[in-house]
Each structure stands twice: as C-alpha cells, then as structure tokens.
Antibody, heavy 124, light 106 residues
C-alpha cells in the first residue's frame, strides 16, 4: 500500500532553515509528482510547489521563491523540503502529497496520498 | 492568481441530512477542481477530482458537480463520520490553491 512517512516535528529560531523529509513506499517513487503543502493553525492548506522525482525538476509557488528548495534522493525514495529564513508565520504543519498524475501523463492533477504531516514551530 | 472562495465557512447539519458546499473560482478553471475532507489532526483526504470524479474508496453519497467557475460538493444522507472540514482546490494552473474551507458540524 502507498505510504508517505515524514520526519518528526521541530522547533526553529527565526532566520534559521528547516528540512523535512518524506519517504515513499508502496509505489514507484519516480512515477508520480510529489507536492508540498503547508497548513497554518486554523487555516486552509497552502500549496508550496512540486517536484518531479524522475527528472528532479521543480515548480515553486511564487511567494516561496528564493526561500524554498525541493529535492529528492531516488535511491531511498525520499523527497525533501527545505525552507530558509524562517519567520514566525512559517509555523505550520508541512505535508508531502503524491499527485495521482504520473510523471509521463497528467490529465487531472489531484493529491491522492498524503504524509502524516510535520509540525514546524518557529519561535525565539 | 486565481482565487478560490468557499461558502459557507461553517455549516450545522444532522445525521441523514443532505448538504451542499460551494466553491467559486475567480476565473474559468474548466473542470480542474478537487474536493478534500479533513478531520482534526489528520491530513486531507481526496474525495472528488476533476470536479465530478469519485476517488476510489470514497462512498457514493459524495457528489461533485460544476465547471468553469462554479462548483458544488453535495453529501447526501450525512453519516456521523462526515462531520469534518472540506476544502476545494483548483489545479488548472499553478499555484494549486485551496479554498479556505467549510467546517461541517453536528
């Protein structure tokens, strides 16, 4: 069965960076786009961007450009999200989410499997 | 960017009721509209993709409709496990933004 298992929660100081991992199993990791979504307390989800695990290409939401980096290690089926220059309003649960679209064919993008979420708290 | 507006923000209903949640896009997004359910402390769960296609394993009481700018999620005969938050999401172009959500309460 498809599973996405994320790294554990953490507390970071303003200005620091955080790196969250997402280990995939139960499917061909390089076969599906992977997205990162965050959700601040009491708010709706916010899409941050995607990575094509096959090619390594990425697409980031404009508001995170320059602060976000999405990478992957295909040898261990793991995607990574790194967010730098953290601010207090970056406090949120960060999710990885698999796209039902494959990396060779994409008709109707939607996020069919999600990680359990990683709480990142930014506080001095 | 295309904005997604959901209504209502909260909704009270009873077991057995039929409820409808709406999502409006600020521009035409064809059928690139998904619906998710989220329970407290859990990740969102895909219910409907492409505006009206039921995700595998989702009960048939969930129904999505609409195209262009106006979309609806209808839940017929509410069950106790349906009390949760619901979000729409557009995937016509990036950013794949979400609505602000509808909290469905007993």
């Amino acid at each position: 069965q498809v599973q996405l298992v994320q790294s554990g929660a953490g507390v970071k100081k303003p200005g620091a960076s955080v790196k969250v991992s997402c280990k995939a199993s139960g499917y061909t990791f390089t076969g599906h786009y992977m997205h990162w979504v965050r959700q601040a307390p009491g708010q709706g989800p916010e899409w941050m961007g995607w990575i094509n695990p096959h090619s390594g290409s990425t697409k980031y939401a404009e508001r995170f450009q320059g602060r976000v980096t999405m990478t992957r290690d295909t040898s261990i089926s793991t995607a990574y999200l790194e967010l730098s220059r953290l601010r207090s309003d970056d406090t949120a649960i960060y999710y990885c989410a698999r796209d039902r679209c494959t990396t060779t064919s994409c008709a109707w993008p939607a996020f069919d499997f999600w990680g359990q979420g990683t709480l990142v708290t930014v506080s001095s | 960017d295309i904005q997604m507006t959901q209504s209502p923000s909260s909704l009270s209903a009873s077991v057995g009721d039929r409820v409808t949640i709406t999502c409006r896009a600020s521009q035409n997004i064809a059928n690139y509209l998904n619906w998710y359910q989220q329970k407290p402390g859990k990740a969102p769960n895909l219910l409907i993709y492409a505006a009206s296609s039921l995700q595998s394993g989702v009960p048939s009481r969930f129904n999505g409709s609409g195209s262009g700018t106006d979309f609806t999620l209808t839940i017929t005969s509410l069950q106790p496990e349906d009390f949760a938050s619901y979000f729409c999401q557009k995937t016509y172009t990036t950013p794949y933004s979400f609505g602000q959500g509808t909290k469905l309460e007993i």
